[in-house]
């Protein structure tokens, strides 16, 4: 890990006391950390130098891995962290709502989606992650762990040790996968040479409505407000607001005060003088165009991107509240909502909704994602969520409806699914009509398809030699609206490769017998299957032997041997104990009456991980050689020829 000396500086909360210099005490006990110079596509690349240290710089290489390119579920997460205040980290936890998206690293003290950035981190100022000692406060378990930046650590906590290692790995990926830009060793990073820059003064959010200064900048369609110059200078804002739907005006000449209006919010701001105020306004404004001429010269305007998605009649109208002209859209469920219902969607998760703006995403918005809109759209989409739905018990919310009565409905119909037209045939039957359907311009029926549990990456080399997935086998056929529906919905674009390592030293059979496994529905049954664990992969067949699924613990994000099914209940509630195995895809439970042989098979899936796994207790190659070292030495053989600082993912 190539490090860099802290140099104090960070940008805080608008309504906390971060004074004091910075503290370099490291309180981790187990390490897990990558660097982050920034790389080219080549597989092996060298960091591009900055201005400042292009002389007397060793260059810095790191390998990005295919599959790491390919695993685009790791860009984007959302979550409770509790996290110390202060500089040195020691004004105490609060409770905040952190969200991992487009590079950027921002937390709030609401999970609303309207709720004000309290600071934005960018990720081109990452450095490492590391696992930090587990602690109790007042009885409170929490499980921290610190984010290193050039500039300060953070110190974080999660309410439990999966959801833990489940940041610590999102944020690990990005930070090797991050191809860096021109612009960050630049002062104010992306906001380098701003239109306009200087000091304002803001109210906050907080109770006392008090006004702090603040350093804001203008540069194209975007304006940042910062928590002072150096924060600036580090590329670390306070909040960035897209300029497109922003509009700036005089709230009180007399002392010099403007206001900045975007949905959802107004921020109001205040100069020394009449003049500046006015020169703040029109820069604004400025920038107002500025974003309007970037989403003019996309080669498709906004009023034309809407125009062709209400080509089906039913976009037209909310598919949650029945509002008119709705500007935003779910597009991995293929629904059109308003911009009321887009903040609920926000809220579900990106796991569950991922939601886009017709007017702001202009770029994003291909041919093949406007054709899913045209052959799913509200109609077809609703038949599926709401089969079920009566409306005398459980009404829809109307467009004036308040925030609370349409978070509810829209939790009910998307996450919890309580009236879905789920299919229930078991899973490879669901995987067989899936690779089917895609084949045909039947969207919607795809859609049903993935919402019941077919597995998107599925593929079954015994039916189709080629061993292509649904999003292939959609390619071949040339539906590729069928292939963006499944590239939304997290497919891999890629077709898996078969093992390069030579046959001599590959792993032998780990651990072998029958376990009890429950469909992926929860309306299926436990069913008796053979699993054969080999090297990092799990393979399980049916009773005849007869191949059903494999399980790669590259993924494996955590193994859990629990008491009961359960995840949030740790009592021992009938004759069975509990094996739960998490991927960054899904989840997959076994069972056993007999708990110690349950735990032999724990213990086995533990081993195929790296962090916390003593050398000792990893799977051995042939050779005796542990797993983990045959990797490096084979990773050594075959890709480094030139000396340098490496960092291997996983």
């Known amino acids: 890990v190539v490090s860099t000396q802290s140099t104090g500086i960070e940008s805080s909360d608008d309504t906390l006391d971060t004074s004091g210099e910075e503290d370099n005490k490291d309180v981790s006990d187990h390490n897990l950390s990558v660097s982050s110079p920034v790389s080219d596509d080549h597989p092996i690349s060298r960091a591009k130098p900055s201005a400042a240290n292009q002389e007397g710089t060793s260059k810095k290489v790191r390998v990005i891995s295919e599959q790491e390119k ?11 962290l509790w996290k110390q205040g202060g500089r040195r980290n020691n004004k105490g936890w609060k409770k905040r709502w952190f969200v991992f998206s487009d590079n950027k690293f921002t937390y709030y003290a609401s999970n609303k989606h309207n709720a004000e950035s309290l600071s934005c981190i960018a990720l081109s100022n990452f450095k490492e992650v590391k696992i930090a000692q587990v602690e109790k406060d007042n009885s409170r378990q929490r499980f921290p762990f610190e984010l290193i930046t050039k500039h300060r650590e953070y110190l974080l906590a999660a309410e439990t040790s999966e959801e833990r ?73 306070i909040n960035s607001i897209y300029c497109g739907t922003l509009k700036a005006q005089i709230s009180d000449r007399a002392r010099f005060k403007f206001e900045v209006i975007v949905p959802n919010r107004t921020y109001y701001f205040m100069a020394q003088t009449e003049s500046e105020m006015m020169s703040w306004i029109e820069a604004l404004n400025k920038a107002v165009a500025a974003a309007l001429t970037d989403l003019k010269s996309s080669g498709s305007t906004a009023k034309e991107l809407i125009q062709r998605i209400y080509e089906e009649p039913s976009n037209a109208y909310c598919a949650d509240c029945n509002a008119p002209e709705p500007k935003w859209a779910s597009i991995n469920l293929g629904v059109v909502v308003c911009i009321k219902c887009s903040g609920s969607h926000r809220d579900l998760g990106v796991h569950i909704s991922k939601v886009r703006s017709l007017e702001l995403d202009v770029k994003a918005w291909t041919d093949d994602m406007v054709s899913v809109f045209h052959k799913i759209g509200n109609r077809r989409a609703n ?12 009404p829809r919310p109307l467009p004036d409806s308040d925030m609370k009565v349409r978070e509810s409905f829209i939790e009910e119909k998307y996450t919890r699914g309580s009236w879905s037209a789920v299919l229930t045939s078991p899973v490879e039957e669901l995987n067989r009509q899936l690779m089917e359907v895609v084949q045909t311009d039947q969207l919607d029926k795809t859609l049903a398809l993935l919402m019941s549990g077919a597995d998107v990456k599925f593929i079954d080399s015994k039916l189709d030699p080629s061993r292509r997935t649904p999003y292939l086998m959609a390619l071949a056929c040339g539906q590729k609206a069928q292939a963006q529906l499944l590239l939304l919905n997290d497919a891999d674009p890629v077709l898996p490769q078969e093992s390069a390592e030579p046959t001599d030293l590959d792993v032998p059979v780990d651990l072998e017998g029958f376990l009890e496994k429950k469909g992926p529905s929860a309306m299926q049954s436990y069913k008796k299957r053979k699993c054969v664990l080999s090297g990092q992969t799990l393979k399980y067949y049916d009773d005849h032997d007869s191949y059903k699924n494999e399980i790669d613990m590259h ?11 359960q995840a949030d209940d740790d009592r021992h ?17 076994f069972r056993e009456r007999d708990r110690a042989y349950l735990a032999l098979w724990y213990d086995a899936l533990k081993a195929t991980q790296v962090f ?9 190659t042939q050779n005796g050689i542990p797993l983990l070292i045959h990797k490096c030495i084979i990773f050594l053989d075959n890709k480094i020829d030139t000396e340098g600082i490496y960092g291997y993912p996983g």
């Open 573 to 589: 509630t009938d004759d069975y104990y509990y094996l739960r195995i998490r991927t960054d895809t899904r989840t997959f439970l």
């Open 70 to 80: 390919r695993d685009k579920k790791w860009d984007t997460k959302s979550g409770w």
């Open 555 to 565: 993924k494996l994000v955590e193994v859990e041997l629990a008491e009961s099914e």
């Open 383 to 394: 038949e599926y969520f709401e089969k079920t739905l009566d409306t005398s018990t459980f």
């Open 165 to 237: 290692t489940l940041w610590c790995s999102i944020l690990m990926i990005a930070i090797t996968q991050y191809k860096g830009s021109i612009l960050d060793d630049l002062l104010g990073g992306e906001m380098n040479s701003p239109d306009k820059a200087g000091l304002l003064k803001k109210q906050g959010n907080s109770r006392l409505r008090d006004w702090k200064s603040r350093y804001c900048a203008v540069k194209d369609g975007t304006f940042c407000y910062y928590e002072s110059y150096e924060a600036y200078c580090i590329a670390t804002p």
């Open 612 to 620: 916390g796994v003593p050398i000792d207790k990893q799977p051995k």
